[in-house]
């Protein structure tokens, strides 16, 4: 078992930057390719980026590609989501995943079996 818990969200201004962490604990996760996924009020959760076990391949959803970056440090056993030019519409509860089947990249949340409780990220104007 893993334990993940996400840190760093806040309320930040269209436009800036912040980076949410996503601490392992209980088993390293180097061997999982790791993912985040976010979920607005009254909306489904959704794909918002992955990194594969060894950091060498990233995949992002449309809505982020090119504002946003996912990275890991196995060493750290920390998972990261920097998040640059913040729109309103980034605002959801972040959470960070462990993939446990099929192949990479993955965008259903049914194939990650390890989560966190979530970080607050609001976007704000």
Known sequence: ???????????VQAGGSLRV?????????????????????GKEREFV?????GGSRTYYADSVAGRFTVSRDNAKNTVYLQ??????????????????????????????GYWGQGTQVTGSS
């Open 83 to 112: 998040m640059n030019s913040l729109k309103p519409e980034d605002t959801a509860v972040y959470y960070c995943a462990a993939h446990i089947r099929g192949t990479y990249p993955d965008t259903a949340a049914t194939a990650y």
């Open 49 to 53: 980026a992955s990194i594969n076990w």
């Open 21 to 41: 962490s996503c601490a392992a604990s209980g088993r390293p996760i180097n061997n999982y390719a790791m993912a985040w996924f976010r979920q607005a009020p």
């Open 1 to 11: 078992q893993v334990q993940l818990v996400e840190s760093g969200g806040g309320l």
